[in-house]
């Protein structure tokens, strides 16, 4: 129940620690697993203590039990093994500390480990995180790798120099870190967020060399594996050897069989790409040379047409018949010219010989009235009228006179 408390009236330190205990004492027992990570057994003692942490969450609790509680268990359990305990959670009111009280101990064995990372693969599967299509293309030259491996380790060392002997000028960022125990999984965590933070990083390599099933179980743990889901830079799980297969293997966006494996997928060879450099550009001058003797052929073959070796031939054999053509015509127009004058001429010699002009040249004379009437009547003209004569040489005046005849 809630207490009536005020700056007025508060609770002493003691009655606050005695309450909690109280209510911790009415807590029933609770199965609990988790790591070792200290043990300590007093010879003599009759109480073990050790601690037992969460390596996902980074948490741990002070557990206690009687010495024959542990040695049931002592010749399977040490530091670093994982447990379920079955424990009573206890107040110590003096420290205000709490702790369990361990009434039975299990180990961990391999099998139920096994089961419980396949129900885990299951779900984390079903949630898309293993699925290939969001799994991110690996660069082809990372100008900058982000390495996440033991201090001082195998791997570390396999890594960085098969990457520097395959390509000399790449460059890394290293972070060392615990691979195995319960510090490993949050230290793991904490390195991959710094280097995706990181521009420069073209790529992460998570590396670790072989162990037993207990010593990878930090990289099937569930926080992990969803760091590396939540990365925006590509991912290389390059753990133990190649039968091991930890859960960071299907999140990640490539799997190497080994930290060796790893620096080959990331890192392309300076020779063979040298070598795939020089073929292609073989290659290339092979088809440009192919295609320049396929058109010098096909130049030569157009050469080759009399059409183009001899242009002018056509012409030359044409031109005799053109020349006769030429003849012919002109030999035509001219006859159409001589018909033509020759019938000019006699047309223009009756038309001459009909006209007035020629008329007049033989004599006759034609008589005008002075508006230009032509005088063809001698009843059209009166006495002493004036009219206008004319000649083929011109014209005159003359007068009609009276004492003619009319």
């Not at 942490?53 to 010749?75: E, G, K, L, M, N």
């Not at 080994?258 to 040298?274: C, F, I, L, N, W």
Request: aromatic share 4%; charged share 30%.
């Amino acid at each position: 129940m809630a207490l009536n408390t005020s700056a007025e009236t508060p609770l002493p330190v003691g009655e606050v620690s005695r309450l909690i205990g109280g209510w911790i004492d009415r807590l029933g027992a609770v199965w609990v697993e988790g790591q070792i990570t200290q043990l300590s057994r007093r010879p003599g003692a009759g109480v073990v203590f050790l601690t037992l942490r969460d390596p996902s969450y980074d948490i741990s609790v002070s557990v206690t039990c009687y010495r024959q509680v542990f040695d049931a268990v002592a010749d399977v359990v040490s530091e670093g093994a994982r447990v379920v305990v079955l424990a009573k959670p206890e107040w110590y009111a003096p420290r205000g500390q709490l702790s369990l009280r361990a009434a039975e101990i299990r180990p961990v064995g391999v099998g139920e480990l096994l089961a419980r990372l396949e129900q885990l693969k299951k779900a984390l599967a079903a949630e898309g995180l293993f699925a290939v299509e969001r799994k991110k293309p690996l660069p082809f030259l990372p100008q900058l790798i982000g390495l996440v491996c033991g201090r001082a380790s195998a791997a570390e060392r396999d890594v960085l120099e098969n990457a520097r002997h395959r390509w000399p000028a790449v460059r890394f960022e290293v972070r060392n870190v615990a691979v195995q125990g319960v510090h490993a999984v949050p230290q793991v965590v904490q390195a991959m967020k710094d280097l995706d933070a990181i521009d420069d990083v073209d790529v992460i390599i998570v590396a670790r060399g072989g162990g037993s099933v207990e010593d990878l179980l930090p990289f099937s743990d569930e926080q992990l594996v969803r760091a590396v889901a939540a990365c925006r830079t590509p991912v290389v799980s390059a753990i133990g050897h190649e039968p091991d297969n930890p859960l960071l293997d299907h999140v990640a966006d490539v799997r190497a069989s080994t930290p060796t494996d790893a620096a080959k997928k990331v890192v392309p060879d300076v020779g063979e790409e040298y070598e795939r450099v020089r073929l292609l550009r073989d290659r290339a001058r092979r088809c440009v040379e192919a295609f320049i003797e396929r058109e010098e052929r096909g130049l030569a073959h157009a050469l080759a047409r009399p059409s183009i070796e001899d242009p002018h031939r056509m012409i030359d054999e044409r031109a005799d018949h053109v020349a006769s053509l030429v003849d012919r015509g002109r030999r035509t127009l001219g006859h159409l010219l001589d018909r033509a004058d020759s019938e000019l001429t006699h047309t223009h010699a009756r038309v001459v010989g009909l006209s007035p002009a020629a008329t007049l040249k033989r004599g006759y004379a034609v008589l005008q009235k002075a508006d230009g009437h032509v005088v063809r009547d001698p009843g059209e003209v009166t006495a002493d009228e004036a009219l206008r004569a004319r000649v083929a040489e011109g014209e005159f005046s003359v007068r009609v006179d009276a004492r003619s005849d009319a």
